[in-house]
């Protein structure tokens, strides 16, 4: 009997292959793969140029009209680079993050540059979840905070979700709350170097000798300590802060000094025996230009 040489093989129908769709351009784009390299070379390169169209007209624009403008010339380009419409708001999101960048590099935020950002915003009807995706809206406020601050204003632009574990005094205002806040304290840790209990020496039978244990040197080191986590909330008059184990406020007016770190701010109270302070707070440049310009108004009041 002749064996069937097929029989126990794969059979394989060409018809239940596929080709692969190019996710740009809607053409074939072979077997297990989804995109023709040309296109996405061409969609990346469309969609940084239209930011650069953007990030361009928000920083020359004087109107909406150049808005306006811009809408036309985005439409025109898009399709060009295979751009949806969810690309087109990612383009303008992007440009926003840029154009915040941009007007904070000098580490000021102008009211005419507030404006500027503020009318393209309304233009294209771009709402705050999706401008903050990398925490782009918080730092124009925090613009706006600093800049209203400096110019002797109480800004009344916090808005707080639920109760704040404080008791504020009715002549202060809230300014700002950072919610996940690490506590440090320098403190002074003494050590010993170079100590000895003594040794015994056996000098005759069942005598011993026992030299004098000289003392050690004391050395004492400043040692970064992490005390608490919390909640850190600035006023007018105040810093306030509240965690698991410590709860407490600092005046302005008993702060002698503010230190800057990348990551939040250091406190030197007003006593011989006071130890720095740290609050990191994620965010130093913003903590330390605002408790430092806070403080210069509460010294004036």
Not at 161 to 185: A, C, H, M, R
């Amino acid at each position: 009997m002749q064996e069937n040489v097929t029989e126990g093989m794969l059979r394989v129908n060409p018809e239940v292959i596929h080709m692969g769709i190019c996710k740009y351009c809607g053409k074939p784009a072979g077997l297990f793969k989804s995109k023709h390299r040309e296109c996405e070379s061409k969609h990346k390169l469309t969609f940084e140029q239209l930011v650069r169209v953007t990030l361009d007209t928000i920083a020359k624009s004087t109107s909406s009209k150049e808005f306006e403008e811009l809408e036309k010339d985005i439409n025109r380009i898009a399709p060009g680079g295979y751009l949806t419409a969810s690309d087109i708001k990612s383009v303008l999101i992007t440009a926003f993050e840029k154009a915040v960048d941009h007007f904070l590099n000098d580490g000021e935020l102008s009211a005419e540059e507030q404006e500027k950002i503020e009318r393209f915003v309304d233009f294209f009807k771009l709402d705050q979840n999706s401008l903050n995706r990398n925490d782009a809206w918080n730092k124009l406020v925090k613009g706006v905070v600093l800049r209203e601050v400096m110019e002797g204003k109480i800004p009344q632009r916090l808005k707080v979700e639920g109760q704040l574990p404080f008791n504020f005094q009715k002549s202060e205002k809230l300014i700002w709350v950072f919610p996940k806040v690490d506590y440090y304290q320098d403190r002074t840790v003494r050590e010993y170097i170079g100590g000895s209990s003594g040794v015994s020496f056996r000098v005759a039978k069942g005598v011993y000798l026992r030299t004098g244990a000289f003392k050690a040197t004391p050395i004492e080191t400043i040692k970064r300590v992490h005390v608490d986590s919390g909640i850190l909330a600035v006023t007018t008059k105040h810093i306030y802060f509240h965690g698991k184990f410590k709860s407490f406020r600092i005046p302005f007016k008993k702060i002698v000094a503010f230190e800057p770190y990348s990551n939040g701010i250091g406190v030197h109270k007003d006593s011989a025996a006071a130890k720095r302070e740290i609050f990191a707070t994620g965010d130093g440049w913003f903590t330390y230009n605002l408790l430092v310009n806070l403080a210069q108004l509460s010294s004036e009041d």
